[in-house]
């Protein structure tokens, strides 16, 4: 489950890049990098939080504080939109995108130190 979790960052890291730079995604150990700050070997939670924040302001096309599904197409499929939006309209707030993803975090943190390896 861990992997999973450290799977879906480097989705969301991979996706930007290539957003960014218009190119297909490519994952390496610069993405693991990327989310180990203090590079001890393990990602945090304060580091995987700061990342996925990162993402949701990187995704936010129209930077109006919300992503829309049409803004998350290539890292979010429809179920997984649906699931996130909580209240269900059609938006994502950062606190929902947040809420999930550290919750993906916390249930692929089986052993309950804070970090994934």
Avoid: I
């Avoid at 890291?13 to 960014?20: C, P």
């Avoid at 700061?50 to 129209?62: G, H, I, Q, V, Y």
């Avoid at 997984?80 to 929902?96: K, V, Y």
Wanted: proline residues 1%; negative net charge; glycine residues 6%.
């Amino acid at each position: 489950m861990k992997r999973l979790v450290l799977l879906t960052a480097f989705a969301f890291s991979q996706a930007l890049a290539a957003v960014a730079q218009n190119q297909p995604a490519a994952m390496n150990q610069g993405h693991m990098d990327r989310l180990d700050r203090d590079r001890n070997g393990a990602v945090d939670q304060s580091e995987y939080q700061a990342f996925m924040t990162s993402a949701f302001t990187s995704l936010d096309k129209n930077k109006d504080g919300s992503l829309r599904s049409e803004e998350v197409t290539q890292v979010l499929n429809t179920q997984q939109f649906a699931a996130t939006d909580a209240n269900r309209d059609g938006r994502l707030s950062q606190n929902e995108f947040l809420n999930r993803v550290m919750a993906d975090f916390k249930t692929a943190d089986r052993s309950g130190d804070g970090n994934l390896q």
